[in-house]
């Protein structure tokens, strides 16, 4: 549990820091950093409006579990894992969404 709690503090942190970083060519953005401390759920959410459009979209999605943390969603070109390592967050202990078998359906 105590590995949870860190890697909550962790993945907060960096949501935090990133949802500073406003893209250059999108002004009118909001960011909002939603956490989800009980089901161990954190993700930044982008959204706003370009060229008369408008967006909404998790920019990273993050799941601790068993002491992991899944990477649900990465929409930038940051090299993930070594970002989270160099947070604190072992390669080992960092799971891309990607790289998970594909889930059998039954019916």
């Known amino acids: 549990m105590a590995k949870t709690l860190k890697y909550q503090q962790l993945l907060i ?11 250059a060519n999108w002004k009118d953005v909001e960011q909002q950093v939603i956490t989800d401390k009980q089901h ?3 993700q930044l959410v982008r959204m706003g409006y370009q060229n ?4 909404h979209y998790p ?5 601790i579990v068993e002491d992991k943390v899944l990477v649900r969603q990465n929409r930038t070109d940051m090299d993930i894992v070594e970002a989270l390592k ?3 967050i072992p390669k ?3 799971i891309l969404y ?8 039954h019916a």
């Open 40 to 42: 161990h759920h954190y």
């Open 59 to 63: 920019l990273f999605h993050f799941d």
């Open 92 to 94: 080992k202990d960092v």
């Open 86 to 88: 160099e947070l604190g």
């Open 13 to 23: 942190q960096f949501l935090e820091k990133y949802a500073k970083v406003k893209p």
């Open 52 to 55: 008369k459009t408008y967006f």
């Open 98 to 105: 990607s790289e998970l078998p594909a889930m059998e359906v």
